[in-house]
Nanobody
Framework: QVQLVESGGGLVQAGGSLRLSCSASGRTFSDYSIAWYRQPPGKEREFLAAISYSGGKNVFADSLKGRFTISRDNAKNTAFLQINRLQPEDTAVYYC??????????????WGQGTEVTVSS
């Protein structure tokens, strides 16, 4: 199966932007759809977005209001989550996950270790 490692998190001021990366190794990256989730402090993990195997389709959580972009580069075995106009409520640990299925309801059962994002006001 594929192994995932997130990077790109850090401390950023409100209004700034970040691009998170999800680097994959192991099995063929394009066999998997990739999703991004986040878990704010003291809250449950929530689905953010998913991208299909070739990157031709994506789906977002209704609550994101257009500030998030998901993409992937299969030649580099990497997926990305771009977050613009960061707000303090975006503070969370961000995870990427992989599935042989695709979509909001797919079972994403391979997870990275997470990358922490802290947004200061």
């Amino acid at each position: 199966q594929v192994q995932l490692v997130e990077s790109g998190g850090g401390l950023v001021q409100a209004g700034g932007s970040l691009r998170l990366s999800c680097s994959a190794s192991g099995r063929t990256f394009s066999d998997y759809s990739i999703a991004w989730y986040r878990q704010p402090p003291g809250k449950e993990r929530e689905f953010l977005a998913a991208i299909s195997y070739s990157g031709g389709k994506n789906v977002f959580a209704d609550s994101l209001k257009g500030r998030f972009t998901i993409s992937r580069d299969n030649a580099k075995n990497t997926a990305f989550l771009q977050i613009n106009r960061l707000q303090p409520e975006d503070t969370a640990v961000y995870y990427c996950a992989a599935s042989l299925d695709y979509g909001r309801a797919a079972l994403y059962d391979i997870w990275g270790q997470g990358t922490e994002v802290t947004v200061s006001s």
